[in-house]
C-alpha cells in the first residue's frame, strides 16, 4: 500500500483517540457481513435459525452484529411483494443484564416491548396484547401484584423513615458537626489551638476541657437571634464573664472618683472657706491645701485615665474572647453549608423516590384490581375476557408463563398487519462469568428455537468452551445451535492492518454505505448441474450424517458468492466439516505456497482425499493450485465451528 499523497489533519470526523468499543471501520469490507443479513431475512430461509458470529476479545463482533442487524432492518424495510426478502422483521435486542435470573422470561419481555415499539395501533401492539392476554394468569398476576405492592408499601415505610432521619439531621446539623464529627475544620481548629484557648478560658473563669468549653460556646454564639450574633456575643463577653464584671464595677468607681474630684476642684472656694472656719487656729495645713488644690485636676485625670484603661482592658479581653469564637462560627457555617447542600440534595432524591414509590402504588393498586375483575369475567365466561390492560409502552409481565407467550407469538406471526420474523440479537456475554454466558445461551436458544425467530449471537469461543467444560462440549452445542457460523477477524494481513490503520487516522477515504438493494439477494444463486454434481459427491467427505451434510450444503450456499471458485471452495469447506485429522494434515502438506501456481498433489496414504480432488479437477479446465486452494481455505475457515 502506498504512502498517502496528501497531510491528514484532525476534524470533527476523525477521532483523536479511539475508544475499544468504538465502531471499527475496517469491518465495513466484510462482505460476508451482508451475506449474513440477507439470511436471516430472506423469504425461502427456513427458521429457527441461529447465526454465531464468534471471535476473540476486541476483534469486532459488537460491531459486526450491528452491521447485521442494521441491514437485515433496511432490507426488510426495502423489501418488495416480489422481492426475495420478509417485510415486516422485528429487532429485538437482548440486554444480558434483564436476562439474569429467569431468562425466558427476560427474552419473553425484551420481545414484547419490542413489538410495543413498533406500534400499539398496528400488527404489532395487537400480536403483543393478544399473546400477553393469553399467556397471563390473572389470578397469579393479582397475586404478584398484591405481593407487590405490600413490598412497595414496606419500602415506602422505609423510605419515609429514612427522609425524616435525613431532616432531623438537616435540622441538628451544627451539633453534629460539633459534637459527633471528629473530622472537620472547627476540630481540627480547637485542637491546634488547645493550649492558647484553654488560658483565655481560664481567664474568664471557664474550666474542663477546653475543646469542648469551645465547641459549647461556639454553638450558643450561633444560637443567638437576629443578623448581628456576632455583636450580641461579643457585647455578652464585656460584662457576663468572670474578671470582666470586675473591671466595669472599677472603672465606675474611677469614674466616680474623678466627678468628685472635678466637683472639688470647682467648688474650691466653697469648701476651703468652710474648712478655714473650722480650724481658725490652724491656718498653716489650709492654706497647704489651697495652695495645692490644682492637685485635684491631676487626680481626676488620672482617674479618668485609669477608667479608660479599665475599659480597654475590657473590650481589649472581650475581643480576645470573641475572636476564636466568631472564626468557629464561620468555619462550622461553611462547613454546615456543604454538608446542608449535600443533605439537601439526598432529602430531594430520597422525595423523589417515595413519589417514584407511591406513583407505581397507584399503578399495582389498579393493576390487582384490574387483574381481579379479569379473573372473575374468565371464571364466569369460561375464557379471556374484558379489554387488554397491557398495552402500554412498556412491559408489565406478572403472571406470565414466558414460554407460552412466546408460542403465542409464534402462532400469531405472519396473520394480518403482524410481523413475519423476529430477529433476537444476543450481546454482551464477555461482560459474564464463563459459566454464566455459557447458561445465557443454553436458555436464550431453547426460548427462540421455534419457528420464525433468527437469533443472532456474538460470543467469544474460548468464555463458551470454560462455560461448558471443555472443547469437545463446546463445538458438541455450537454444532447443535448454531447452523451459520461466522469468525469476526477483522486483520486478516499485512495488507489489512495497514488499511485500519489508516482508516483509524483519518488518511483514507470514509467508508459510505452502500445503499441497500432489496430486489436481489447474492444468496439466491442457481445451481448448476456441475455444482449439484460435486457437491453430491463431496458430501461423504463433508460427513457421515445427515446434519453434517444439511450444514455443507448450507455453509457452501452461505460463502458462495465470496469466490469464483465454487469448485476449490466445496472441497475446502468438505474437509473443514468432515475431514480426519490425517487428511487435513495431507492437505496442509500439499499446499506449498512457495509455488502458488503448481497444482496440488495429495500424498497417496489418503485415498478418500484423493478422490474428492480428483472429483474437483474433474470438472475443471486446470488443476488445483496451491493458491486457489489456500484462497478457498481463507474463506472456508470463517465459516467453521470455533474452538478455544
Same mark, same amino acid.
Given at each position: 500500500?502506498?504512502?498517502?499523497?496528501?497531510?491528514?489533519?484532525?476534524?470533527?470526523?476523525?477521532?483523536?483517540?479511539?475508544?475499544?468499543?468504538?465502531?471499527?471501520?475496517?469491518?465495513?469490507?466484510?462482505?460476508?457481513?451482508?451475506?449474513?443479513?440477507?439470511?436471516?431475512?430472506?423469504?425461502?430461509?427456513?427458521?429457527?435459525?441461529?447465526?454465531?458470529?464468534?471471535?476473540?476479545?476486541?476483534?469486532?463482533?459488537?460491531?459486526?452484529?450491528?452491521?447485521?442487524?442494521?441491514?437485515?432492518?433496511?432490507?426488510?424495510?426495502?423489501?418488495?411483494?416480489?422481492?426475495?426478502?420478509?417485510?415486516?422483521?422485528?429487532?429485538?435486542?437482548?440486554?444480558?443484564?434483564?436476562?439474569?435470573?429467569?431468562?425466558?422470561?427476560?427474552?419473553?419481555?425484551? #420481545?414484547?416491548?419490542?413489538?410495543?415499539?413498533?406500534?400499539?395501533?398496528?400488527?404489532?401492539?395487537?400480536?403483543?396484547?393478544?399473546?400477553?392476554?393469553?399467556?397471563?394468569?390473572?389470578?397469579?398476576?393479582?397475586?404478584?401484584?398484591? @405481593?407487590?405492592?405490600?413490598?412497595? $408499601? @414496606?419500602?415506602?415505610?422505609?423510605?419515609?423513615?429514612?427522609?425524616?432521619?435525613?431532616?432531623?439531621?438537616?435540622?441538628?446539623?451544627?451539633?453534629?458537626?460539633?459534637?459527633? &464529627?471528629?473530622?472537620?475544620?472547627?476540630?481540627?481548629?480547637?485542637?491546634?489551638?488547645?493550649?492558647?484557648?484553654?488560658?483565655?478560658?481560664?481567664?474568664?473563669?471557664?474550666?474542663?476541657?477546653? #475543646?469542648?468549653?469551645?465547641?459549647?460556646?461556639?454553638?450558643?454564639?450561633?444560637?443567638?437571634?437576629?443578623?448581628?450574633?456576632?455583636?450580641?456575643?461579643?457585647?455578652?463577653?464585656?460584662?457576663?464573664?468572670?474578671?470582666?464584671?470586675?473591671?466595669?464595677?472599677?472603672? &465606675?468607681?474611677?469614674?466616680?472618683? $474623678?466627678?468628685?474630684?472635678?466637683?472639688?476642684?470647682?467648688?474650691?472656694?466653697?469648701?476651703?472657706?468652710?474648712?478655714?472656719?473650722?480650724?481658725?487656729?490652724?491656718?498653716?495645713?489650709?492654706?497647704?491645701?489651697?495652695?495645692?488644690?490644682?492637685?485635684?485636676?491631676?487626680?481626676?485625670?488620672?482617674?479618668?485615665?485609669?477608667?479608660?484603661?479599665?475599659?480597654?482592658?475590657?473590650?481589649?479581653?472581650?475581643?480576645?474572647?470573641?475572636?476564636?469564637?466568631?472564626?468557629?462560627?464561620?468555619?462550622?457555617?461553611?462547613?454546615?453549608?456543604?454538608?446542608?447542600?449535600?443533605?439537601?440534595?439526598?432529602?430531594?432524591?430520597?422525595?423523589?423516590?417515595?413519589?417514584?414509590?407511591?406513583?407505581?402504588?397507584?399503578?399495582?393498586?389498579?393493576?390487582?384490581?384490574?387483574?381481579?375483575?379479569?379473573?372473575?369475567?374468565?371464571?364466569?365466561?369460561?375464557?379471556?375476557?374484558?379489554?387488554?390492560?397491557?398495552?402500554?409502552?412498556?412491559?408489565?409481565?406478572?403472571?406470565?408463563?414466558?414460554?407460552?407467550?412466546?408460542?403465542?407469538?409464534?402462532?400469531?406471526?405472519?396473520?394480518?398487519?403482524?410481523?413475519?420474523?423476529?430477529?433476537?440479537?444476543?450481546?454482551?456475554?464477555?461482560?459474564?462469568?464463563?459459566?454464566?454466558?455459557?447458561?445465557?445461551?443454553?436458555?436464550?436458544?431453547?426460548?427462540?428455537?421455534?419457528?420464525?425467530?433468527?437469533?443472532?449471537?456474538?460470543?467469544?469461543?474460548?468464555?463458551? &468452551?470454560?462455560?461448558?467444560?471443555?472443547?469437545?462440549?463446546?463445538?458438541?452445542?455450537?454444532?447443535?445451535? #448454531?447452523?451459520?457460523?461466522?469468525?469476526?477477524?477483522?486483520?486478516?494481513?499485512?495488507?489489512?492492518?495497514?488499511?485500519?490503520?489508516?482508516?483509524?487516522?483519518?488518511?483514507?477515504?470514509?467508508?459510505?454505505?452502500?445503499?441497500?438493494?432489496?430486489?436481489?439477494?447474492?444468496?439466491?444463486?442457481?445451481?448448476?448441474?456441475?455444482?449439484?454434481?460435486?457437491?453430491?459427491?463431496?458430501? $461423504?467427505?463433508?460427513?457421515?450424517?445427515?446434519?453434517?451434510?444439511?450444514?455443507?450444503?448450507?455453509?457452501?450456499?452461505?460463502?458462495?458468492?465470496?469466490?469464483?471458485?465454487?469448485?476449490?471452495?466445496?472441497?475446502?469447506?468438505?474437509?473443514?466439516?468432515?475431514?480426519?485429522?490425517?487428511?487435513?494434515?495431507?492437505?496442509?502438506?500439499?499446499?506449498?505456497?512457495?509455488?502458488?501456481?503448481?497444482?496440488?498433489?495429495?500424498?497417496?496414504?489418503?485415498?478418500?482425499?484423493?478422490?474428492?480432488?480428483?472429483?474437483?479437477?474433474?470438472?475443471?479446465?486446470?488443476?488445483?493450485?496451491?493458491?486457489?486452494?489456500?484462497?478457498?481455505?481463507?474463506?472456508?475457515?470463517?465459516?467453521?465451528?470455533?474452538?478455544?
Amino acid at each position: 500500500m502506498a504512502p498517502p499523497k496528501h497531510t491528514t489533519s484532525p476534524d470533527v470526523e476523525t477521532p483523536l483517540f479511539h475508544a475499544d468499543k468504538a465502531a471499527a471501520p475496517s469491518l465495513a469490507d466484510y462482505p460476508a457481513l451482508d451475506l449474513l443479513a440477507d439470511l436471516a431475512v430472506h423469504r425461502q430461509t427456513q427458521t429457527p435459525l441461529t447465526i454465531g458470529l464468534f471471535g476473540d476479545p476486541g476483534a469486532g463482533k459488537s460491531h459486526a452484529l450491528q452491521i447485521v442487524a442494521k441491514r437485515a432492518s433496511g432490507l426488510s424495510a426495502a423489501s418488495r411483494p416480489e422481492g426475495p426478502f420478509l417485510p415486516g422483521v422485528i429487532s429485538v435486542k437482548l440486554d444480558v443484564a434483564n436476562l439474569q435470573g429467569d431468562a425466558a422470561k427476560g427474552v419473553a419481555s425484551a #420481545v414484547h416491548e419490542a413489538l410495543l415499539t413498533e406500534g400499539q395501533g398496528g400488527g404489532a401492539g395487537r400480536l403483543a396484547a393478544t399473546a400477553l392476554e393469553a399467556a397471563t394468569d390473572p389470578l397469579a398476576a393479582a397475586q404478584e401484584a398484591a @405481593q407487590k405492592l405490600a413490598d412497595i $408499601s @414496606q419500602r415506602q415505610l422505609a423510605e419515609q423513615k429514612t427522609l425524616e432521619e435525613l431532616k432531623a439531621r438537616r435540622a441538628r446539623l451544627n451539633d453534629t458537626l460539633l459534637f459527633e &464529627t471528629a473530622n472537620n475544620r472547627i476540630d481540627d481548629y480547637a485542637r491546634r489551638h488547645r493550649k492558647q484557648l484553654e488560658v483565655r478560658f481560664n481567664r474568664f473563669g471557664f474550666s474542663g476541657d477546653p #475543646v469542648g468549653v469551645y465547641k459549647d460556646l461556639v454553638r450558643e454564639l450561633l444560637d443567638r437571634p437576629g443578623p448581628f450574633s456576632r455583636l450580641s456575643a461579643f457585647t455578652n463577653s464585656v460584662w457576663a464573664y468572670g474578671g470582666q464584671a470586675r473591671l466595669l464595677v472599677w472603672a &465606675t468607681a474611677l469614674f466616680l472618683l $474623678s466627678w468628685v474630684f472635678g466637683l472639688a476642684e470647682r467648688m474650691r472656694t466653697d469648701w476651703l472657706a468652710g474648712l478655714r472656719s473650722v480650724t481658725e487656729g490652724a491656718s498653716e495645713p489650709t492654706n497647704w491645701i489651697e495652695g495645692h488644690v490644682h492637685w485635684l485636676t491631676y487626680l481626676g485625670n488620672a482617674a479618668i485615665t485609669a477608667v479608660l484603661l479599665c475599659l480597654a482592658h475590657n473590650l481589649w479581653r472581650a475581643a480576645r474572647f470573641t475572636m476564636p469564637l466568631a472564626h468557629g462560627a464561620r468555619l462550622l457555617e461553611e462547613e454546615a453549608a456543604r454538608r446542608r447542600s449535600e443533605l439537601d440534595g439526598l432529602i430531594v432524591w430520597q422525595a423523589k423516590q417515595l413519589d417514584q414509590l407511591g406513583g407505581e402504588a397507584q399503578k399495582l393498586t389498579a393493576l390487582a384490581q384490574s387483574t381481579e375483575r379479569r379473573a372473575r369475567e374468565r371464571a364466569t365466561s369460561g375464557g379471556p375476557g374484558g379489554r387488554s390492560l397491557f398495552i402500554s409502552s412498556t412491559a408489565d409481565m406478572r403472571g406470565l408463563d414466558p414460554d407460552l407467550y412466546l408460542e403465542s407469538i409464534q402462532a400469531g406471526l405472519g396473520a394480518q398487519g403482524a410481523p413475519r420474523r423476529v430477529l433476537a440479537l444476543l450481546d454482551g456475554l464477555e461482560a459474564l462469568p464463563a459459566q454464566q454466558a455459557a447458561a445465557l445461551v443454553d436458555s436464550a436458544h431453547r426460548c427462540l428455537d421455534r419457528p420464525g425467530f433468527v437469533l443472532i449471537l456474538a460470543a467469544d469461543a474460548a468464555q463458551l &468452551t470454560a462455560g461448558w467444560g471443555g472443547e469437545a462440549e463446546a463445538v458438541k452445542r455450537i454444532e447443535r445451535y #448454531v447452523q451459520a457460523p461466522f469468525t469476526v477477524r477483522m486483520i486478516r494481513d499485512e495488507q489489512a492492518s495497514i488499511a485500519y490503520a489508516h482508516q483509524l487516522l483519518g488518511a483514507s477515504p470514509h467508508f459510505e454505505a452502500p445503499t441497500i438493494d432489496a430486489t436481489r439477494s447474492a444468496l439466491d444463486h442457481t445451481l448448476k448441474p456441475v455444482e449439484t454434481h460435486l457437491l453430491a459427491k463431496l458430501a $461423504s467427505l463433508a460427513g457421515g450424517t445427515p446434519r453434517a451434510v444439511k450444514r455443507y450444503l448450507n455453509a457452501w450456499r452461505l460463502a458462495r458468492p465470496l469466490t469464483e471458485d465454487g469448485g476449490a471452495l466445496a472441497l475446502m469447506l468438505a474437509l473443514d466439516h468432515g475431514a480426519t485429522a490425517g487428511e487435513l494434515a495431507a492437505m496442509g502438506a500439499a499446499m506449498d505456497l512457495e509455488e502458488p501456481e503448481a497444482p496440488i498433489i495429495i500424498h497417496p496414504g489418503e485415498p478418500r482425499l484423493a478422490a474428492a480432488l480428483g472429483s474437483v479437477n474433474a470438472l475443471r479446465l486446470t488443476p488445483l493450485t496451491n493458491g486457489e486452494a489456500h484462497e478457498a481455505w481463507m474463506i472456508a475457515r470463517d465459516f467453521s465451528i470455533p474452538s478455544a
